[in-house]
């Protein structure tokens, strides 16, 4: 029983991928540095922040971005939350950014089409190019960071997750120890 236990609680610390999805999008002070830095880069040009401390607006005034591409450009201070719970949202503008392709000369994308149950024409023009080398990493620290943006608690709480459960089966190994000890003695005198 005890083996059992401890083979448990192996299996969960050792677990890579404990706390992500099948994208890894990790939430360290590291990729939400970059990610900011890249949002800046290849994104503030036409999304807002507003409710990010200290995001400036974008640089593409909301009507002229809609005359432009026939939609405004969402603010993406809270799209991580609104387009998934946990995670969920994050690994989707994951998707949103790597699933771009070209039909019939149109602009479409994957991830759009599933979402919105459309044929995924979509009016943001890809904004990392889809064969840039570091398309995956970008776009892994670009969504890191939107969900510590629309979520700012999140990273505490995937990094103390793993924390709680060492403490869970620690406490259970002890307590399960101590029932057996203490069970010891009156097995023996019931015995005898
Ligand atoms: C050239 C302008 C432009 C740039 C640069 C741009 N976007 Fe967009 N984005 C748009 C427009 C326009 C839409 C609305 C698309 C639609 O509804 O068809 C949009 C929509 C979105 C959406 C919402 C999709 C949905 O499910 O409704 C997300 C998320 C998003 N952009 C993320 C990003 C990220 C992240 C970047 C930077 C890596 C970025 N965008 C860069 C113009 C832009």
Not at 86 to 96: C, Q
């Amino acid at each position: 029983m005890i083996r059992i236990i401890l083979l448990i609680l192996l299996a969960v610390l050792h677990t890579p991928a404990f706390g992500e999805e099948s994208v890894s999008i990790k939430l360290t002070p590291e990729t939400i540095e970059r990610g900011s830095a890249l949002f800046t880069q290849y994104c503030s040009g036409c999304h807002g922040l507003k409710f990010h401390k200290g995001a400036a607006p974008p640089a593409l005034d909301p009507q002229a971005a809609e005359a432009a591409f026939g939609v405004a450009p969402p603010d993406l201070s809270l799209m991580a939350s609104a387009r998934g719970r946990g995670d969920d949202g994050a690994e989707y503008i994951f998707r949103l950014l790597t699933s771009y392709y070209t039909k019939d000369g149109q602009t479409r994308n994957k991830a759009f089409a599933e979402e919105t149950k459309t044929d995924g024409a979509i009016a943001m023009p890809p904004p990392i190019p889809m064969d840039d080398p570091a398309l995956k990493e970008k776009a892994a620290d670009i969504s890191a960071f939107l969900l510590s943006v629309s979520d700012p608690t999140a990273e505490e709480r995937l990094s103390i997750g793993p924390w709680v459960l060492s403490y869970m089966g620690l406490l259970t190994a002890i307590l399960y120890l101590l029932n057996r000890y203490t069970w010891k003695g009156v097995k023996k005198k019931l015995k005898s």
